[in-house]
């Protein structure tokens, strides 16, 4: 049975091959969708029913039983050791999509000179094994930005 991933965040979808990250847009991780947010206070949501598998303030990944789904909240925040974000959930916790993990703000990100772009990433996908990726245009939270078939 396919699984939909769903848009973490309002924004603009881009082809992940445009992420300013080459570990992303060289698909090192797997594929999926770069996510450009609006600049407010948002959350962001699981994008797919699993268990939190890893849990880091500005990256979180869901495992379930075929696969894995990761979510980078912003380019190179690693060196902001958590500073902007609210996380909602533990490792090892098991969500429903469309459950809160982390609450950040996009412009504060970009005023400390972090790319507050939202990667969703199949983790061990390419991009010929994914189906319906939104590789441009708006997209709302919820919003289906690819298929695990």
């Known amino acids: 049975m396919p699984i ?31 996510l450009d947010p609006p600049r407010e206070r948002i959350s962001v949501i ?37 500073e902007g974000y609210e996380l909602h959930v533990e490792q090892g916790d098991r969500v429903d999509a469309g459950d809160p993990v982390v609450t950040y703000d996009p412009a504060e990100l970009e005023a400390k000179g972090v790319n507050p772009m939202v990667i969703v990433v199949a983790l061990d996908c390419d991009e010929f094994t994914l189906e319906s990726v939104k590789r441009s245009g708006r997209v709302t939270v919820g919003d289906t930005v690819f298929v695990i078939p």
């Open 4 to 34: 939909s991933a769903m848009a973490p965040v309002s924004g603009e979808a881009s082809n992940l091959e445009h992420a300013p990250d080459p570990i992303f847009s060289m698909g090192t991780l797997g594929w999926g969708v770069a």
């Open 46 to 82: 699981a994008p797919v029913d699993g268990t939190i598998e890893r849990l880091e303030p500005h990256v979180f990944s869901i495992a379930f039983p075929r696969g894995c789904v990761m979510v980078q909240v912003g380019i190179e925040a690693d060196g902001l050791r958590g």
